[in-house]
């Protein structure tokens, strides 16, 4: 058998990708790495976009600051990830499920691309590259200012692979009184297929831009935790579950 063999030329074929392998992260393990990556944009925004703007494929990660980076994706989906033909469908199957579960009021009005910006993102832990999370960072367009905003998606961050929806704002007209906050939160961490959260007790309220907010933490890398926030505030009755400071 060994001389059928030798001195012979054979060939497989093999699927390639230019990201490399990705590691099959947890959902906790997602949220945390995208939790640590939204917090770590600490530079002032004219260098931070100087910054994402740079091709994934041309970053030298022992140059970033940190440990995670939050950068933009200008080569678009590998083929595992919503492409942007995809996402604004989806994003509109998300926030109808997440109405079913009674997480968003029923009166939030679906999403289209007229009104809303897509852009995908790529969530990357700088010490272990192959760990990253693809984001789509979903806005409602600067064109539309001075538009009606009530009843509507104003920003979410949506999973590239799996479309589940990690962190909103939507406006609609209810008010702080009627968020029954541990029961939303025992729905999104269901919906998101996380472990059970602790409440969070904040040594120092006042950095919260709003009087009206809660605080859980889930498990996240070993020691470190992940904070997730439910809040509200008053004037524009927006709603918010945010995983970033």
């Keep these: 058998m060994d001389k059928s063999i030798l001195n012979k030329i054979s060939g497989v074929a093999v699927e390639t990708e230019e990201e490399g392998y990705r590691y099959t992260l947890s959902p906790d393990e997602r949220l945390f790495l995208l939790s640590e990556c939204l917090n770590s944009q600490s530079l002032p925004e004219s260098e931070q976009n100087a910054m994402t703007r740079e091709d994934p494929s041309n970053i030298d990660y022992k140059d970033l600051e940190g440990a995670y980076a939050f950068v933009l994706n200008h080569r678009g989906p590998s083929g595992r990830e919503i492409t942007r033909g995809e996402i604004f469908g989806t994003c509109n199957r998300e926030i109808g499920i997440l109405k079913d579960l009674g997480i968003l009021p029923d009166r939030v009005k679906e999403i289209d691309e007229s009104n809303y910006d897509a852009v995908l993102y790529s969530a990357i832990d700088v010490l272990e590259p192959r760990n990253n999370v693809g984001v789509w960072k979903i806005s409602l367009s600067n064109s539309q200012k001075n538009a009606n905003k009530e009843n509507r998606l104003i920003d979410a961050y949506v999973d590239g692979d799996t479309g589940k929806i990690y962190e909103f704002y939507v406006r609609s007209s209810f008010s702080w009184e009627e968020i029954n906050t541990d029961e939303l939160m025992e729905k999104w961490r269901t919906y998101m297929?996380?472990?059970?959260?602790?409440?969070y007790i904040w040594e120092n309220p006042l950095l919260e831009t709003t009087p009206y907010?809660?605080?859980?933490?889930?498990?996240?890398?070993?020691?470190?935790?992940?904070?997730v926030t439910v809040g509200f505030y008053e004037g524009i009755h927006e709603l918010f579950l945010k995983i970033s400071k």
């Design 193 to 199: 297929g996380l472990g059970k959260p602790e409440i």
């Design 213 to 227: 907010f809660k605080k859980y933490v889930f498990a996240g890398n070993g020691e470190e935790k992940t904070i």
